[in-house]
C-alpha cells in the first residue's frame, strides 16, 4: 500500500492570497489526483497530476486558480490562486499504482477569510 | 439528476445486522465501481472495487453490481459498531484507475451497540 502525506494539515488565509499544497507518496504511484471536499459535501475532482506536463483539469476547474505541479512520480503541489470563501474546503491528494487500487492523503483544511 | 446518486440516510442498523447501502448512476459508458469509507474527520479508504455485474464478496462486505438498472449496492453482514461511517460510491468511465471518479454524496451508517 502506499502512504500519501501532506502539508499543511490546515490553514487559515486572507482573502486574495494564494496557498501551495504538498502532496508526498512514499512509493512510486502511475497516477496522483487533486480533489476537494467541502463541507458536508462529497468528494469533486479538480484535476489529475501528470508527471512532467500540464495537469488535466475536469470541468469547472482552471490552471490559473488552480495550477498543479508534478515533477516526478511521488510529489505533486496544488496552489489555490487568489482565493476567496469559496475556497474554503479539505483539498485532498490521491494516488495508485493499479487500477483499483486508490490512496487518499490525509487531507489539508483551508478557511478562507 | 445527479451522476451518482446514493440513499440520503442517514441509515442506522443494530450491531450484527445487515447494512444495505445503494448507489445509482446515470451515465451507461460507466465500467468501473467503487465503495470508500470514510470516518468523520479522515480521508475515505477504498474497500470494495466491482466491474462486472453480479455480486462480489469481501469478508464481511458484497458489493452488487447490476449494469442494466445502473444500480451498484453494498451490504455489510454483521455490523459492527465500528463500521459506523459515511460510505461513498464511486463511478469511473473507463477500466482506468480508480482516481479519476465521480463520487456520491455518501450515506451515513450508525451501527448502534
Known amino acids: 500500500s502506499a502512504v500519501i502525506s501532506q502539508k499543511p494539515s490546515r490553514d487559515i488565509c486572507q482573502r486574495g492570497t494564494s496557498l501551495t499544497i504538498q502532496c508526498q507518496v512514499d512509493?512510486?504511484?502511475?497516477?496522483m489526483f487533486w480533489y476537494r471536499q467541502q463541507p458536508g459535501q462529497s468528494l469533486t475532482l479538480i484535476a489529475t497530476?501528470?508527471?512532467?506536463?500540464?495537469?488535466?483539469?475536469e470541468s469547472g476547474f482552471v490552471i490559473d486558480k488552480f495550477p498543479i505541479s508534478r515533477p516526478n512520480l511521488t510529489f505533486s503541489t496544488l496552489t489555490v490562486s487568489n482565493m476567496s470563501p469559496e475556497d474554503s474546503s479539505i483539498y485532498l491528494c490521491s494516488g495508485g499504482a493499479v487500477p483499483d487500487t486508490q490512496y487518499f492523503g490525509p487531507g489539508t483544511r483551508l478557511t478562507v477569510l | 439528476q445527479k451522476e451518482v446518486e446514493q440513499n440520503s440516510g442517514p441509515l442506522s442498523v443494530p450491531e450484527g445486522a445487515i447494512a444495505s447501502l445503494n448507489c445509482t448512476y446515470s451515465?451507461?459508458?460507466?465500467?468501473?465501481f467503487f465503495w470508500y469509507r470514510q470516518y468523520s474527520g479522515k480521508s475515505p479508504e477504498l474497500i470494495m472495487s466491482?466491474?462486472?455485474?453480479g455480486d462480489k464478496e469481501d469478508g464481511r462486505f458484497t458489493a452488487q453490481l447490476n449494469k442494466a438498472s445502473q444500480y451498484v449496492s453494498l451490504l455489510i453482514r454483521d455490523s459492527q459498531p465500528s463500521d459506523s461511517a459515511t460510505y461513498l460510491c464511486a463511478v469511473t468511465l473507463g477500466r482506468t484507475n480508480a482516481g479519476k471518479s465521480t463520487f456520491g454524496d455518501g450515506t451515513t451508517l450508525t451501527v448502534k451497540p
Open positions: 451515465d451507461r459508458g460507466s465500467q468501473s
Open positions: 466491482i466491474y462486472s455485474n
Open positions: 497530476a501528470n508527471q512532467g506536463s500540464e495537469a488535466t483539469y
Open positions: 512509493s512510486q504511484v502511475t497516477m
